[in-house]
């Protein structure tokens, strides 16, 4: 058996055709969206995902408005920003590039969690556990999203998710559910006993640890669903490429595999631009209720 490959890369070209139309209807009613992002250092991971998130933007119509500090930059520098794209109208919504060297936490606290296009503020985590509508972070619901386009049967699916980090498996559990997902989770992580019993009795296994090859064919169900969100770098004949934590044999075992580039990264950017739109469509309806006749163009 070889596994379907879950092409997050054509995904994400379909998702930016579904949100130029949306981008089109708000310059309908007078609103440009508007991504800011900060960007601390130059670590060359970090500015080419925040290069990408830009020219995603420009090719559905959305601003850029981009900050990039210099590595030195401290705290408050960090925080003097955030508050100044919180007061920007032009930025409808912005995140800080983890990781930033500083107090992820103290940042992500400061951002206007109505313009938190990443999901990441607090309260949003918070709405999350609460079960109430709020801006979700990209990467779990770009795996969701991924999942669903090729009709792969979440509901009532055994789903492990490796891996406990704040941007992924943390959420991913409970994301995954809530009763619109309706999945078992079982969260693995690092002090996980036998983590091969666990997959093995996975449907969908969601392998987010940052070990490059954790995941194996012989660990892995027939049929399965295995996504790989790990990104470590490895240096391969002299050069630096990505790894991921799902091994090659995989491929031979489950019913659906996500490359690594091209699976779920794409898919991440995908949900970033959606959140880019929704909340800009928020805005623009809380601002036509405020004031009815002042809305559009005139
Ligand atoms: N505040 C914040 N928000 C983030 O969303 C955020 C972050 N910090 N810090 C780092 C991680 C990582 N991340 C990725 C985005 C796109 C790809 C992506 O598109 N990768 C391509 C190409 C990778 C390559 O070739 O280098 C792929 O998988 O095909 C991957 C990873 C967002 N992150």
Redesign the pocket.
């Known amino acids: 058996m070889t596994a379907q490959t879950l092409d ?2 054509a995904i994400l070209a379909t998702i930016k055709e579904e949100l130029r139309g949306r981008v089109a209807a708000l310059a309908e009613r007078g609103i440009t969206p508007g991504l800011g992002t900060v960007l601390v250092g130059d670590d060359p ?2 500015t ?2 925040v290069n ?1 998130k830009h020219k995603d933007c420009a090719e559905i119509g959305i601003a850029s408005i981009r900050r990039d500090l210099p590595a030195d930059s401290t705290l408050d520098d960090v925080l003097g920003v955030v508050r100044e794209l919180n007061e920007d109208p032009a930025c409808t919504g912005f ?5 930033t060297g500083l107090d992820e936490n103290r940042i992500l606290a400061t951002v206007d969690p109505a313009k938190d296009v ?1 999901g ?1 503020h607090p309260m949003n985590l918070g709405w999350l556990v609460l079960g109430q509508d709020a801006p979700l972070p ?2 779990p619901v770009g795996c969701i999203e991924l999942l669903r386009r090729y009709d792969v049967p979440i509901a009532g699916a055994r789903v492990v998710t490796v891996g406990r980090g704040i ?1 992924v498996g943390r959420p991913l559990g409970l994301i995954l559910t809530r009763r619109s997902e309706n999945a078992t989770v079982v969260q693995c992580h690092t002090g996980t006993i036998d983590l091969a019993a666990e997959v093995r009795r996975a449907d969908i296994v969601v392998a987010a640890a940052g070990v490059p090859g954790l995941i194996t064919g012989n660990m892995v169900k027939p049929g399965a669903a295995v996504l790989d969100v790990g ?1 470590s770098r490895v240096v391969e004949d002299g050069r630096s490429v ?1 790894a991921g934590d799902v091994a090659p044999d995989v491929a031979e075992v489950a019913g659906w595999v996500s490359p ?7 898919m ?2 995908a949900m ?1 631009l959606t959140n880019v739109v929704e909340i800009a469509e928020k805005q623009a309806a809380a601002r036509e209720a405020a004031s009815p006749h002042t809305g559009g163009k005139g």
């Open positions: 997050g890369k991971g970090s080419w995902y990408a995140l800080v590039q983890q990781p990443d990441l990209c990467t941007t990104v990505i690594n580039p091209g699976g779920v990264g794409p991440t950017r970033l």
